[in-house]
């Protein structure tokens, strides 16, 4: 089974037909919310059975827009969800969206995000863009294991950090024309490695929508570059999700 490891399901227009378009190729779903409106999406699609995987998070942007009272009431709602759910995501840093100033405002709330995941010890799903070494500088002082780190851009010392703290990478479909997630196939074990499409964003040939179908790409781009079957980079990475999410 292939796993798309991030994707926000909801956030596209057909997301029937995209849920059988992965199940036909045997690929898994993860999807994360990011809001609160979201988060009862995908909630409800769970409830229909539909072939998913889910967590709930609230997206470092979407956080900045709640008071302290809305942030506490949706981390209960998340705690009196818990059995439905496989991660914490996404939650994080983001300061190409948002000024510098809101940087001690988003650590706040992303810690009660985290002292969550840990009450639950569940894995969690971070954003960390354009704010990647505050983000490791942060999590590495919770010292807690289950981190992915979604579509990580930062630099390599950075990247070789991640993997000395042994957390995970998940490797988007752009990597078909990314340089950088190209390197980073290159250096990281593969133990640390899982795939996602971040979809509808992140196609593999900068089209939209992108969708979990596409995963396959971050596949053959591990197959290619550490020299190993699809066959085995498929099964090593159900390996490592097995292994991290449960
Ligand atoms: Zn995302």
Same mark, same amino acid.
């Given at each position: 089974?292939? !796993? #798309?490891? %991030?994707?926000?399901?909801? *956030?596209? /227009?057909?997301?029937?037909?995209?849920?059988?378009?992965?199940?036909?190729?045997?690929?898994?779903?993860?999807?994360?919310?990011?809001? !609160?409106?979201?988060?009862?999406?995908?909630?409800?699609?769970?409830?229909?059975?539909?072939?998913?995987?889910?967590?709930?998070?609230?997206?470092?942007?979407?956080?900045? /827009?709640?008071?302290?009272?809305?942030?506490?009431?949706?981390?209960?709602?998340?705690?009196?969800?818990?059995?439905?759910?496989?991660?914490?995501?996404?939650?994080?840093?983001?300061?190409?969206?948002?000024?510098?100033?809101? *940087?001690?405002?988003?650590?706040?709330?992303?810690?009660?995000?985290?002292?969550?995941?840990?009450?639950?010890?569940?894995?969690?799903?971070? %954003?960390?863009?354009?704010?990647?070494?505050?983000?490791?500088?942060?999590?590495?002082?919770?010292?807690?294991?289950?981190?992915?780190? %979604?579509?990580? =851009?930062?630099?390599?010392?950075?990247?070789?950090?991640?993997?000395? &703290? &042994?957390?995970?990478?998940?490797?988007?479909?752009?990597?078909? &024309? =990314?340089?950088?997630?190209?390197?980073?196939?290159?250096?990281?074990?593969?133990?640390?490695? *899982?795939?996602?499409? #971040? =979809?509808?964003?992140? %196609?593999?040939? /900068?089209?939209?929508?992108?969708?979990? /179908?596409?995963?396959?790409?971050?596949?053959?781009?591990?197959?290619?570059?550490?020299?190993?079957?699809?066959?085995?980079?498929?099964?090593?990475?159900?390996? &490592?999700?097995?292994?991290?999410?449960?």
């Amino acid at each position: 089974m292939f !796993i #798309d490891a %991030h994707s926000h399901i909801d *956030l596209l /227009k057909n997301y029937k037909q995209a849920i059988q378009n992965a199940k036909e190729k045997n690929i898994k779903i993860l999807t994360a919310g990011i809001d !609160i409106k979201s988060n009862r999406k995908l909630l409800e699609l769970k409830k229909q059975n539909l072939e998913i995987e889910i967590c709930l998070g609230i997206y470092p942007t979407e956080t900045l /827009k709640l008071s302290e009272k809305e942030i506490d009431s949706e981390i209960d709602f998340i705690k009196k969800n818990k059995n439905k759910i496989v991660a914490i995501g996404e939650i994080g840093l983001d300061l190409k969206e948002n000024s510098p100033e809101t *940087l001690e405002k988003q650590k706040e709330n992303l810690s009660k995000f985290i002292e969550l995941t840990k009450e639950l010890n569940k894995p969690v799903i971070i %954003h960390s863009r354009k704010a990647e070494e505050e983000c490791i500088n942060f999590l590495e002082k919770f010292n807690y294991k289950k981190i992915v780190m %979604h579509c990580f =851009s930062g630099n390599f010392k950075l990247v070789k950090r991640i993997l000395e &703290n &042994n957390w995970i990478l998940t490797i988007p479909t752009s990597v078909k &024309n =990314s340089q950088h997630f190209q390197k980073v196939i290159e250096i990281a074990p593969i133990k640390n490695l *899982l795939c996602e499409t #971040d =979809s509808p964003y992140l %196609h593999p040939d /900068k089209e939209f929508p992108n969708e979990p /179908k596409n995963v396959i790409e971050s596949y053959k781009k591990i197959s290619e570059i550490k020299k190993i079957s699809l066959k085995e980079v498929e099964k090593t990475l159900e390996e &490592n999700y097995a292994n991290f999410f449960k």
